[in-house]
Nanobody, 123 residues
Framework: QVQLVESGGGLVQAGGSLRLSCAAS????????MHWYRQAPGKQRELVAS???????NYADSVKGRFTISRDNAKNTVVLQMNSLKPEDTAVYYC?????????????????WGQGTQVTVSS
C-alpha cells in the first residue's frame, strides 16, 4: 500500500519561510504528477502547486513568486519551499500524487493523499 507522509509544517511569523516535504513509500513503479493542496478553515481545498515527472511546474496565482515546488524522483519525494509567508497562507497542506504501485499482486495506478500538515502564519 502506498503512503504519503508530509512533514515540515509549523508556526511562523509573516514574512518567514517554511519547507514542506512529502515522501511516498510502498512498492512504487512510477509517480506521475505530484501536487500540494491546502485547505483553510471554512474553505474548499485548493491546488497550490504541481510538478510533473519531467519537472514542469505550475502554481496558483496567490503563491507565484513565493513558493517553489521540486521533486526527487529517485527518492519519491516532493518539497514545497514557502517564502514570504502571509497570514492568508494559513491552512492544512496536503501532498497528492498519482502513482503506479504494486497492489494485490498487480500494477495499479491510483491517486493518493497524505494526512496533511498544519501551516500557521501569524501577523
Amino acid at each position: 500500500q502506498v503512503q504519503l507522509v508530509e512533514s515540515g509544517g509549523g508556526l511562523v511569523q509573516a514574512g518567514g519561510s517554511l519547507r514542506l516535504s512529502c515522501a511516498a513509500s510502498g512498492i512504487i513503479f512510477s509517480i506521475y504528477a505530484m501536487h500540494w493542496y491546502r485547505q483553510a478553515p471554512g474553505k474548499q481545498r485548493e491546488l497550490v502547486a504541481s510538478i510533473t515527472s519531467g519537472g514542469s511546474t505550475n502554481y496558483a496565482d496567490s503563491v507565484k513568486g513565493r513558493f517553489t515546488i521540486s521533486r526527487d524522483n529517485a527518492k519519491n519525494t516532493v518539497v514545497l519551499q514557502m517564502n514570504s509567508l502571509k497570514p492568508e497562507d494559513t491552512a492544512v497542506y496536503y501532498c497528492n500524487a498519482n502513482v503506479i504501485a504494486l497492489r494485490g499482486g498487480s500494477r495499479v495506478r491510483d491517486n493518493y493523499w497524505g494526512q496533511g500538515t498544519q501551516v500557521t502564519v501569524s501577523s
